[in-house]
Nanobody, 128 residues
Framework: HVQLVESGGGSVQAGGSLKLSCVAS????????MAWFRQVPGKEREGVAA????????YVADSVKGRFTSSQDSAKNTVFLQMNDLKPEDTATYYC??????????????????????WGQGTRVTVS
């Protein structure tokens, strides 16, 4: 079965950096879109970044552009979310998600939370 395991969350001061990891297993890694979402209580999940692991192209939401980047280590079936210059408003639980989204839709950001059927357990990021 599909399994996504996130790690790398924690507490950091404003201006600091964190790198989240998401290890995937149980499906054909190279054909999927891997997306990163974040959620705070009472709000909908917000998509912040994605990478189509087959073509390697990425998407970053305007709200985090210039600070967050997505990358991968395909040999380890792992995607990363590098978060720099963190702000208190970045405080949230971060999730990775995957599904067989087409490459163009993936790296153009043409998706939403409902697009993805497979989710990790989330990792908490707190910025103070």
């Amino acid at each position: 079965h599909v399994q996504l395991v996130e790690s790398g969350g924690g507490s950091v001061q404003a201006g600091g950096s964190l790198k989240l990891s998401c290890v995937a297993s149980g499906y054909t890694y190279s054909s999927n879109c891997m997306a990163w979402f974040r959620q705070v209580p009472g709000k909908e999940r917000e998509g912040v970044a994605a990478i189509h692991v087959g073509v390697g192209r990425t998407y970053v939401a305007d709200s985090v552009k210039g600070r967050f980047t997505s990358s991968q280590d395909s040999a380890k079936n792992t995607v990363f979310l590098q978060m720099n210059d963190l702000k208190p408003e970045d405080t949230a639980t971060y999730y990775c998600a995957t599904d067989s989204v087409g490459a163009f839709d993936c790296y153009s950001g043409s998706w939403a939370a409902r697009t993805f059927h497979y989710w990790g357990q989330g990792t908490r990021v707190t910025v103070s």
